[in-house]
């Protein structure tokens, strides 16, 4: 090929693909920059479709409306807090205080419909967001005024958010029959039913918020100038800044809106197990950050997408809940979501230090 | 009629005093050339106009509205605008939003119409005649589109003053060319401009006015018909240019320690042959991304070659990482002083000995508690490191001074190759004849150099011989009475 | 904006924190920090508490109770070292754990080994887990490029999920009694065996690193990848050993708290990841790298056990400490920015100095 300093084609074509090492390794190489240049969503869907058809040949009875409905209504919640962990980490950043957000959204949020007696879903919502919002905000002021690693001082906060509920809240759990009725029939309620076999199946009510969930935060991302400044944040932050990126609002709007998202889902969650225990969901956040990472954000900003997210969380939620259908204990979900968490990184990251290495760029050795 | 006018502008780095009262003015459609080495402080003066970096003090006066710092949407507000030397953009983006970027950011609503996009970005590569994937990733272009785009950018709002940073450095002449055009066109347009650039002969014709700034402080401000190149190469480096050649005559018997057959490396640089003998200096002459220093990181083991072979004192050699091209007697001074060079927070002992650690080491990589000391404390003396101790942070110290230390780092290794990428960029002019002085006498001892510079003096000077590199090929030799620097530049010109 | 807060700070208080802190870079800064805050919690407690805290029996507990806590902080303000961060520290020790725990309560290797080779059996099989388990997380990292912070993520989930698929998620019980007592020997009758060990182990990995090639290449590896690149160090080497010995470590204190429990799950000792990165930040060790000194890990652990053992002791509870430990993190991170922004100031001034000194000094200026 000629040499033409000025005119390189793309650095991902063809050209790359030959690769002068041999054996396995070589094979293996070539084999990592192929799959890197799938786009991660047309990967993902063929992984869960595959996937799905495995599950389905082993256990017929898989394939039904009652497991679609049930996986909607499990997954809906966390779908719901992955699309704020995506916004986080389309900016650069991560955040593993979303779930102590959540509970503590939750929880004041059930005391205060209590406690005013308005027991009204809409009231409620407004007040486990507006709460996901103010400590979402926290957040992204720390981080913002001391420029400090988001991963440690989101891990702090949650430290703090969880102490804070159960030592200043007193916090005990709230058992279904104190509940207030609107929050346990909004775990409950169906859209519509229809009858199958024995009894009625139906769509939970969980989908409206997770379709409203979903147009915000793919209209924030997409179509609104933060939204783009987001982006920008996490593929430059040099340029971003230098471009005049106010970065104090971008980072109050980015993790006080994962924030809100985790204050509903939180209120989704006690509505769905009917009781307000504040010592649960933490520890979970990493199948969040995970599903978010395989469904194509990246650590270091830039990238990630809607229909990612989706998609990786649709893949984490099956492997958490139908490994038994196929005959597999439900204790290894986690082994496999870790494995295919490293796996698709490694595809992503292999391909990337390539191309900075041909381009001379050493930063990521 | 005057546009900005900068009064006693300064800026300190730690140990740089980047800025020192700097006054400038610019008037309406003009072209001012900011004329400087680099590292003379003309980028962070732009960077103090366009809001990036925050004066330490002085004013910025924009049409008699007075500042003491901008912030960069204040100044685009205002209408100034810059292209930066690393153009600033998004590589995950595409071309389009990348040149939308500020119109979107700006708009006063806060929702984006995609169609509106592409039509910005269209309109404004259109104003500068270009052509780019519209829907592609930028990180996936090559560098020539990110700079089209880049400058496409700094052209959607509202611009009265355009600062241009460097811009010719990574292009082939044709594209100066081009660039240059649209320079003049802008200017028709009643546009300002402040051309940043240290190779200026190219300028001379384009420029109103030239201010030359060394060392952070504003030396001269001429017309261009009151300079010439000479006088103005003098001004930037505050010594008169003795063309007389230092370095000194090879011995007959001087053995070959380097040679390379045919090196080629796909996209980068195709059948590279050249050989070294001791005591001699070689130079390459050429543009940014002509190969060079992708060459020098080949046999630095930082870039495997495709084909070729390298042989250093007889040996084959198939440097597959920096350790192997030290064991074999390589050194290399980079061209990125501060990220690829130093560790600035560590001390200037701990900076001497990097290289040197694993040949100092025993048993279990054990490192006797004074290797360090000693190392350090005799290239600080030999040097000549300007410096009350070894302790003290890289960082603490002057430009020449840094330097100086990268040159101890490589030289503690004990190589019989000394390979040295831009050594006196943005240094101050008595470290860079001091470190020219290093360099004879390492010639003098029989040590084999290949200076890759930009700077053609300082190749004539150093050099037994330069080639000049283009688009990844040796296309010429300079040796003997015929290694002059308008020889060279007019070998350089002629290139495309 | 806390840059602005820093610059409009008067230059008597730049001052009176320079008379303070003498020092050269952050640190010392850091370690000045600490130390005073060690004597002030010490003091604290002294008043508050007095001798229901300053007695043998607790003190004795206190080191006790450390071994665990401070091999995992240790194997964390390795990763720190080199920028980056292992989250899988937890994982790896449940994982060991859970191998050792298999091997030791098997009859049949008992009957064939005795009950001293067995034990010895499970250990050396649960630190090669860790070995293995760090290898991995190493050779990631460096082949592949990926960001040490998502390769332990992941990890994490992966060895995590390996300890419970093979366990089911139950716990393993019933571990030697031999096993069990070590965990509580004494040595002279005063001091803990396990604390003199952990003791040992801190003053050779501190010394090591200072003084050998490895050491040299992780810090420098830390402060700039590119720079130990181009200055010729052993990157993937280095790297790969850091994360080893961090896997090392935490089968260590896998085995450590196999003994102190009896009994092994994944989720054991969950606290310590917090915990661990509250240590390292607090010991002084900078989250992005080339900085800290590995010894100051061990006073940071006995002082965070103390007050965890004071707040026990008061009756406080659990998810105070929680919280308090994320405040620290916190605040200290803040600190950090403070003190970066007051050592640059200082070297500029001091830069300033020294260059008009050296001006002075040069009147015949170098010829070209």
């Known amino acids: 090929m000629k040499m033409k300093s000025n005119d390189m084609p793309h650095p991902q074509t063809k050209s790359d693909a030959p690769l002068p090492s041999g054996g396995t390794t070589g094979m293996l190489k070539a084999a990592l920059s192929r799959l890197g240049q799938q786009s991660t969503v047309s990967m993902l869907s063929f992984i869960i479709v595959a996937y799905i058809v495995v599950v389905a040949l082993i256990s017929p009875d898989f394939l039904s409306w009652a497991t679609a409905f049930d996986l909607v209504r499990s997954g809906a919640a966390w779908m719901i807090v992955a699309l704020g962990v995506l916004v986080v980490m389309i900016s650069g950043g991560i955040d593993v205080s979303f779930l102590a957000n959540a509970i503590l959204s939750a929880y004041v949020a059930t005391l205060v419909t209590k406690l005013t007696g308005i027991d009204s879903l809409s009231f409620a919502i407004l007040i486990a967001i507006a709460v996901g919002a103010f400590v979402g905000t926290i957040n992204g002021l720390i981080i913002h005024l001391f420029s400090l690693p988001t991963l440690i001082t989101t891990l702090a906060m949650q430290g703090v958010i969880h102490g804070f509920l159960m030592v200043f809240l007193n916090a005990r759990p709230i058992t279904a029959g104190r509940m207030p009725s609107s929050l346990r029939h909004f775990g409950t309620d169906t859209l519509f039913e229809f009858p199958s076999g024995a009894g009625y199946i139906g769509l939970s009510v969980f989908v409206v918020p997770l379709i409203i969930a979903i147009f915000t935060t793919w209209y924030l991302l997409n179509r609104t100038a933060i939204g783009r400044a987001i982006y920008a944040v996490g593929s430059n932050k040099v340029a971003a800044m230098r471009a005049g990126v106010n970065l104090l609002k971008v980072n109050l709007v980015i993790y006080g809106y994962a924030g809100a998202l985790a204050g509903l889902m939180g209120l989704m969650m006690v509505s769905d197990v009917r009781l307000v225990d504040p010592t649960t969901l933490i520890g979970n956040e990493l199948l969040v950050l995970a599903a978010a990472i395989i469904g194509g954000a990246k650590l270091t900003g830039g990238a990630g997408s809607v229909p990612g997210v989706l998609l990786g969380m649709t893949l984490v939620t099956l492997l958490s809940n139908t490994l038994v259908t196929i005959g597999l204990s439900a204790s290894w979900s986690r082994f496999f979501i870790g494995f295919a968490l490293v796996l698709i990184a490694s595809i992503s990251h292999y391909q990337t230090k390539r191309r900075n290495l041909r381009q001379l760029n050493f930063e990521n050795v | ?496 | 904006m806390m840059d602005r807060i820093m610059n409009a700070l008067p230059a008597p208080v730049f001052r009176v924190l320079n008379a303070m802190f003498g020092t050269r870079d952050e640190e010392s800064l850091a370690q000045t920090v600490l130390y005073a805050m060690i004597a002030a919690v010490l003091v604290l407690i002294a008043l508050s508490l007095g001798t229901s805290f300053f007695n043998p029996v607790i003190l004795q507990s206190v080191l006790q109770q450390i071994p665990e806590f401070a091999l995992l902080s240790l194997a964390m303000g390795l990763a720190m070292v080199t920028g980056g961060i292992d989250l899988s520290v937890i994982a790896v020790a449940n994982l060991a754990g859970i191998f050792a725990a298999y091997i030791m309560t098997s009859p049949a290797i008992e009957a064939a080994l005795g009950t001293g080779g067995m034990i010895a059996l499970a250990c050396a099989v649960g630190l090669f887990v860790g070995l293995l388990a760090g290898l991995f997380n190493g050779f990631i990292i460096v082949k592949f490029g990926i960001p040490p912070l998502l390769t332990t993520l992941g990890t994490m989930m992966l060895f995590a999920g390996l300890g419970t698929g093979i366990t089911g998620g139950v716990g393993i019980t019933g571990m030697p009694h031999v096993y069990v007592d070590a965990i509580s020997a004494q040595l002279a009758g005063t001091v803990p065996l396990s604390f003199v060990m952990i003791l040992a182990i801190f003053l050779v990995a501190s010394w090591y690193v200072k003084h050998s090639v490895f050491g040299k290449s992780l810090f420098l590896y830390g402060e700039s990848n590119v720079g130990a690149l181009f200055s010729g160090i052993r990157i993937e080497k280095t790297l790969i050993t850091s994360y080893a010995i961090s896997g090392l470590l935490a089968a260590a204190a896998g085995l450590i708290m196999l003994a102190r429990f009896n009994s092994m799950k994944v989720g054991f000792g969950d606290t310590f990841q917090l915990q661990a990165i509250l240590v390292a930040v607090l010991a002084g060790m900078d989250p992005y790298g080339g900085r800290g000194r590995l010894l100051n890990i061990l006073p940071t652990v006995i002082l965070l056990q103390c007050v965890e053992s004071a707040f026990t002791i008061a009756g406080l509870s659990p998810y105070a400490k929680k919280m308090i430990w994320g405040g620290l993190l916190l605040l200290f991170m803040a600190l950090n920015f403070f003190f970066h922004r007051v050592v640059a100031k200082q070297q500029t001034a001091r830069a300033i100095r020294q260059q008009a000194q050296a001006a002075d000094a040069d009147t015949t200026p170098a010829k070209a």
């Not at chain 2, 119109?103 to 259109?126: K, M, P």
């Not at chain 2, 880049?150 to 959607?156: K, Q, Y």
């Not at chain 2, 110290?397 to 019989?416: I, R």
Request: proline share 4%; with cysteine; aromatic share 4%.
């Open chain 2, 1 to 496: 009629m005057e546009l900005l006018r900068l009064e006693g502008l300064s800026k300190r780095y730690i140990g740089t005093q980047a800025l020192d009262r700097v006054d400038l003015s610019v008037g309406t459609g003009e072209v001012l050339c900011l004329a400087g080495a680099n590292g003379s402080g003309k980028s962070t003066l732009m960077k103090c106009v366009v809001g990036a970096e925050t004066p330490d003090s002085g004013r910025i006066i924009w049409q008699g509205q007075s500042f003491s710092k901008l912030t960069p949407a204040q100044s685009r507000q205002l209408g100034i605008d810059i292209i930066y030397q690393d153009l600033s953009i998004f590589p995950e983006q595409t071309v389009a939003e990348n040149v939308a970027f500020h119109a979107v950011q700006s708009g006063r609503r806060g929702w984006i119409n995609w169609s509106e996009v592409d039509r910005i970005a269209t309109e404004a590569l259109d104003k500068i005649g270009a052509k780019l994937p519209l829907h592609t990733r930028l990180g996936d272009l090559p560098i020539g589109a990110r700079q089209t785009t880049a400058i496409a950018r700094a052209l959607t709002g509202d611009c009265r003053l355009l600062v241009m940073d460097e811009p010719t450095t990574a292009l082939p002449s044709r594209d100066v060319a081009h660039l240059l055009d649209m320079v003049r066109r802008l200017k028709a347009d009643g546009i300002s401009i402040i051309f940043i650039s240290h190779k200026l002969e190219e300028l001379f014709d384009i420029a109103d006015r030239f201010v030359i700034l060394r060392d952070g402080c504003k030396v001269a401000e001429h017309a261009p018909s009151e300079l010439t190149s000479k006088r103005l190469s003098f001004l930037m480096t505050g010594v008169e240019f003795d063309s007389s050649k230092a370095s000194q005559d090879l011995p007959k018997a001087a053995p070959t320690i380097l040679s390379v057959e045919s090196l080629s490396r796909e996209k980068q640089y195709e059948d590279v042959s050249f050989s070294l003998k001791a005591g001699e200096t070689i130079g390459f002459a050429g543009l940014t991304g002509a190969g060079r220093t992708e060459i020098a990181l080949s046999l630095y083991g930082l870039n495997p070659p495709d084909s070729g072979t390298v042989t250093v004192a007889g040996n084959a050699l198939n440097a597959r990482s920096p350790l192997d091209a030290i064991r074999a007697g390589i050194a290399l001074v980079s061209e990125d002083r501060q990220t690829q060079g130093l560790f600035p927070r560590k001390p200037i002992k701990e900076n001497i000995s990097a290289a040197s650690y694993q040949a100092r080491s025993g048993a279990f990589g054990i490192i006797p508690p004074t290797v360090e000391r000693e190392i350090g404390d005799e290239w600080v003396r030999r040097v000549r490191v300007k410096t009350p101790s070894s302790d003290e942070p890289v960082q603490t110290l002057s430009g020449g001074n840094q330097q100086k230390v990268v040159l101890a780092k490589c030289l503690a290794t004990n190589p019989k190759i000394l390979i040295m990428d831009n050594p006196t960029v943005g240094i101050d002019v008595g470290s860079k004849a001091e470190i020219h002085e290093i360099v004879r006498d390492l010639a003098r001892q029989g040590r084999g150099i290949i200076m890759i510079s930009d700077d053609l003096e300082e190749l004539v000077m150093s050099c037994h011989r330069v080639f000049v590199m283009e688009a990844g090929k040796l296309v010429a030799e300079f040796s003997g009475d015929d290694l002059t620097t308008s020889a060279l530049s007019a070998r350089l010109r002629s290139e495309g």
